[in-house]
């Protein structure tokens, strides 16, 4: 059984999200600094320099030489089955509007998929299960980061490129008269093939976060390789920025609840959709994932809940980047994480009786 102890440490990592998304919201809502133009500037701010260090220093202190494949295999197996779920899911519910289709695949994938693994996920199950786990969740997040995230990014500049005509996203996702992409898609044809190619293919190669994915796979294959240390130099100078990572994320999601008329965003039935694929969907696909690849005992039960863990920050950070959704994703990250805890500590209580 858990301790109270370790409850507590997993609370104290979950707390300053709540103290960084406080201040966003009242620098909008309550004390005025801030207009919507330079709330999405902050945005981008996250998105190009934030995230990128964030995601090149915890992945180049993983050693990519010990990984447990067996168990990322069963995670790209349940994401996977996510993809085609959420494609379906979507071309059934929107047959009528490809733009809606194609946008609700993305964002199905996004809330049953991806998440938070590093800062509610590393404290709760080393606390469940040990230092093996916590090992396994790191790596899970090291892999999420360098193939699903620019899978994502890859996914969101093919619908801009295809279904909105390939409009600039790296600048603003949203024209200054409050346009939506789904709503301008509507009025455009799509790209034919090679252009498509082409104009994805240079937004992605100059994506900081696709970099940021890529060096720290090359960065880490030589340390571990030949032991090879950064100089204390360098890596206090990724440290400074990446340590503004998750802060600013939640920060810039302040920023956009306290743009919204509430605080629940896009409503309750998306909500409740929302918290319904992330606790209920994510959970039943890393069960197959697992089971195709034979997972049993203590290792199985990892798979599970980490499935089950809240919703990821960087997958608001991008929709709000890419004006996909951003309410639906803001709404799973916030409330996700508040009641994540219970819905978690039932899954473990479940699974130790089994």
């Known amino acids: ?44 701010l996250v998105v190009c320099f934030s995230m990128p260090f964030f995601t090149f220093d915890f992945i180049v202190r993983t050693d990519p030489f010990a990984m447990n494949y067996r168990v990322i295999a069963a995670d790209a197996v349940a994401k996977l089955l996510a ?78 490129a295809w279904v909105v005509g390939g409009v600039p996203s790296f600048s603003s996702a949203t024209d200054d008269d409050g346009t939506s992409d789904d709503e301008r898609a509507r009025r455009v044809e799509p790209m034919s093939m090679l252009p498509m190619a082409r104009t994805v293919g240079l937004k992605l190669a100059r994506n900081p976060n696709v970099y940021a994915s890529v060096l720290g796979v090359a960065w880490a294959c030589v340390a571990y390789r030949w032991r090879i240390g950064m100089p204390a130099i360098v890596t206090g100078s990724l440290q400074v920025m990446s340590r503004t990572g998750t802060g600013m994320s939640m920060f810039s999601m302040g920023l956009f609840m306290g743009q919204q008329e509430s605080i629940v965003a ?8 929302g918290m319904a694929l992330r606790f209920v969907a994510g959970p039943l696909a890393a069960l197959a994932g697992a089971a195709a690849l034979g997972l049993r005992g203590d290792v199985l039960h990892f798979a599970i809940i980490q499935a089950a863990l809240p919703q990821a920050i960087a997958s608001f950070v991008w929709a709000k980047e890419y004006g996909l959704h951003a309410d639906v994703l803001s709404t799973a990250v916030i409330f996700g994480t508040l009641i994540s805890l219970p819905v978690l500590m039932a899954y473990y209580a479940v699974l130790e009786i089994m």
Do not use: H
Request: a positive charge.
């Open 1 to 44: 059984m858990i301790a109270l102890g370790d409850l507590y440490k997993v609370v104290e990592a979950m707390a300053p999200l709540y103290f960084a998304l406080g201040l966003g919201y009242g620098s909008v809502r309550w004390w005025r600094f801030f207009t919507a133009e330079q709330c999405g500037a902050i945005n981008t």
């Open 83 to 160: 993809v085609l779920a959420a494609a379906a899911w979507a071309r059934c519910a929107k047959a009528k509007a490809k733009a809606g289709s194609c946008s609700w695949s993305i964002t199905g994938f996004s809330l049953a998929s991806l998440n938070n693994t590093l800062v509610v996920g590393v404290p709760l199950l080393d606390a469940m299960y040990g230092k093996w786990a916590q090992d396994l969740i790191v790596q899970i997040a090291v892999v999420q980061s360098i193939v699903w995230f620019p899978l994502l990014l890859l996914a969101f500049e093919l619908r801009k």
């Open 266 to 273: 896009c409503g309750a039935g998306l909500a409740a959709l």
